[in-house]
């Protein structure tokens, strides 16, 4: 495998063995100084069986006073600057030695190699580049399984100094330096290497041949670093590679009949525009080609001619997520007999359509949320493995009558669009467990549009619909758990009955004023949390739901929001807060009124039937005098 080839940039100029002398001594100097003047109050090390933490303790050297046989000494994030033969004298036997987030700047040449049993030694956030600047090694690493010089400033080929003599690395961390070029005998020295990891550095070259020498490389993650170009990838025996997060335009396998092992590719965050040229016998599972460039699926070479497709059957999971694809074709399948989950979120795809049933036989999700679908179409037969589908974000203004009652196994359903109506019976024969019809304004549900899921409905989303009457009928989903009708203009609620089983109702932000007494005496059997804020509620016509939230162990989350009116002319107040004696004083204030406005109405009546049978009277004696 090799990469773009990066210009020469002078990074690292020669020093000769006089010139490394003066920065030595001193180096030797503040080593010697530390073994003979040791501090005499140390804070006191945790020591748990073999198995020794003296972490953040400022130490300047290790520990002397510590008990024999220990295996595991933890020194990391200390105050120590040399390690020699003197300071580690009484820890020969250890197994695991960790030294992180100290300010090494010096190792004793050969300390490791008396470390006869030592495989786990962590260096990592120290200052070892100015140890390599000297172009010392640091001697035989014998029996070291696992290193981590991650963090250490460490540029172009200063890791030759520490993997120069280390014939037992399993596993190597070169993460977070400044390391530009992969070069051919990088790891000449280390090569029983598995797992090597050079994330975040700022590698822009790998010379062909520098990984080749490792039989057993199994693991390599080079995420992210400034590579432009893989070519000829050969590394026939990696399982895994991550490429992520740097700057590819272009990888391309070598094109050979060999088998390759790679089970797990990771090239996301790249400027891929087209479809990586993988190798032609391959056992890819996992493929994350997500935030590239890509416009189509295509397969190009480097000179921008169209290659034959790759044959994925054993890929399980793709991710293409973050693109800018336009359309999806179904011959882009073929091949893929054991794809599980397909991600093609956040694209500009307008059409999908699966017609064939022999395509795509053992997807379980699909994930088509937020791109420009107007069309979907699903053919008899097809996805019959399908469990979880994500279409929210879409243009989709109306559905085929069949679409999702072909889906069989569909338990979850994303449909936040700009649906027109939802057909009737529309989720026949699913086992749709969870539901999402939010933001879909003006939404037209059927009476009848969930009909067929009472047995298997547990979670319902309807909020943002601006919804004003729900005429759906409920009272027949069973399992109903969770209904969230927030944000709408409801001014009641649908029917349920006592065989109701609803543990979560969210009912923020309507113009809800009064809730059914029945609804209310129904839901309470099994009411475990309410959302009600936000709504124009009575006080004294909501008596039931006071007591309910007063008495019982339902949790109102918004129950700062949930106030009520207790009288229109009176800022409203928190529902919690309102007794019946309040509104028993308005009850006993309104018939007095009432009294009050009924006599008064009577004294104007007496009065104006008085003075009408006086008028009477006076026309009856002017006609007897004349």
């Not at 009457?469 to 969230?484: E, G, P, Q």
């Not at 649908?494 to 005496?521: K, Y």
């Not at 309102?578 to 009924?598: L, N, P, S, Y």
Request: some cysteine.
């Amino acid at each position: 495998m090799r990469s773009g080839r990066a210009p020469k940039t002078g990074l690292l100029p020669g020093v000769s063995n006089m010139a490394a002398f003066p920065l030595l001594f001193p180096l030797l100097a503040g080593c010697v100084a530390a073994a003979v003047h040791p501090s005499r109050h140390r804070p006191s090390c945790r020591i748990v069986g073999t198995s020794v933490a003296c972490s953040d303790l400022s130490l300047t050297s290790a520990p002397a006073n510590l008990p024999s046989g220990v295996q595991v000494l933890d020194l990391s994030h200390n105050q120590l600057q040399n390690l020699s033969r003197d300071s580690l004298a009484d820890h020969m036997g250890l197994r695991h030695l960790d030294l992180h987030g100290n300010k090494i700047h010096f190792i004793q040449p050969g300390l490791f190699e008396e470390m006869r049993d030592l495989k786990v030694l962590d260096l990592s956030g120290n200052r070892l580049n100015v140890f390599a600047q000297a172009k010392i090694h640091i001697g035989p690493l014998s029996a070291v399984k696992s290193l981590d010089l991650s963090s250490n400033g460490l540029y172009t080929a200063m890791s030759d100094f520490f993997l120069n003599d280390s014939p037992s690395l399993v596993e190597l961390s070169l993460n977070s330096n400044s390391i530009t070029k992969i070069a051919q005998n990088t790891f000449s020295g280390a090569l029983s290497l598995r797992k090597i990891s050079l994330h975040n550095n700022v590698i822009l070259e790998i010379e062909d041949g520098a990984f080749d020498s490792l039989d057993g490389l199994s693991e390599l993650d080079l995420s992210k670093n400034s590579i432009t170009c893989i070519t000829d990838f050969n590394l026939s025996r990696l399982r895994a590679l991550n490429l992520s997060r740097n700057s590819l335009e272009l990888f391309q396998s070598t094109r050979s009949a060999e088998p390759y092992h790679l089970a797990f590719l990771d090239l996301s965050e790249n400027k891929l525009p087209y479809f990586p040229l993988l190798p032609t016998n391959n056992t890819i599972q996992h493929l994350d080609l997500s935030r590239n460039r890509l416009q189509s699926v295509e397969v190009m070479d480097m000179a921008d001619t169209k290659m034959p497709e790759t044959v994925l059957t054993h890929l399980k999971h793709l991710d293409l997520s973050y693109n800018r694809l336009t359309g999806l074709p179904q011959s882009f399948f073929n091949t893929m007999m054991s794809l599980e989950v397909l991600n093609v979120s956040n694209n500009c795809i307008i059409s999908f359509s699966v017609t064939d049933k022999d395509l795509l036989p053992t997807a379980k999700i699909v994930n088509f949320s937020y791109n420009s679908l107007q069309i979907l179409f699903l053919g008899e037969g097809t996805l019959q493995a399908l469990e979880e589908l994500f279409l929210q974000g879409n243009d989709l203004s109306t559905l085929a009558h069949r679409t999702f009652q072909r889906l069989p196994s569909l338990n979850l359903l994303q449909l936040q669009n700009n649906l027109k109506s939802l057909p009737y019976r529309a989720f026949a024969n699913t086992p749709l467990n969870l539901l999402d019809l939010s933001l879909n304004p003006g939404l037209e549900i059927h009476r009848d549009s969930l009909a067929g899921l009472e047995h298997s409905l547990v979670q319902l989303f309807l909020r943002e619909n601006n919804i004003s009457i729900l005429n759906t009928d409920m009272s027949s989903l069973r399992s109903l758990k969770l209904v969230d009708l927030s944000t709408n203009h409801l001014t009641r609620l649908p029917a349920w009955n006592r065989e109701s089983s609803i543990e979560t109702l969210n009912l923020h932000n309507n113009s809800l004023v009064t809730l059914d007494r029945t609804t209310m005496a129904a839901l309470e059997r099994s009411l475990k949390t309410l959302y009600v804020g936000d709504n124009p509620l009575s006080c004294c016509g909501n008596l039931d739901l006071v007591r309910l939230l007063q008495h019982s162990a339902v949790v109102v989350p918004d129950i700062e929001a949930a106030t009520c009116i207790l009288r229109e002319d009176l800022e409203p107040v928190n529902i919690e807060k309102v007794t019946r004696e309040m509104c028993r004083g308005r009850k006993k204030a309104h018939h007095i009124i009432v009294i009050v406005v009924m006599v008064f109405l009577a004294v104007i009546a007496l009065g104006l039937l008085m003075k009408y049978c006086k008028s009477r009277k006076r026309k009856r004696i002017r006609r007897f005098s004349a």
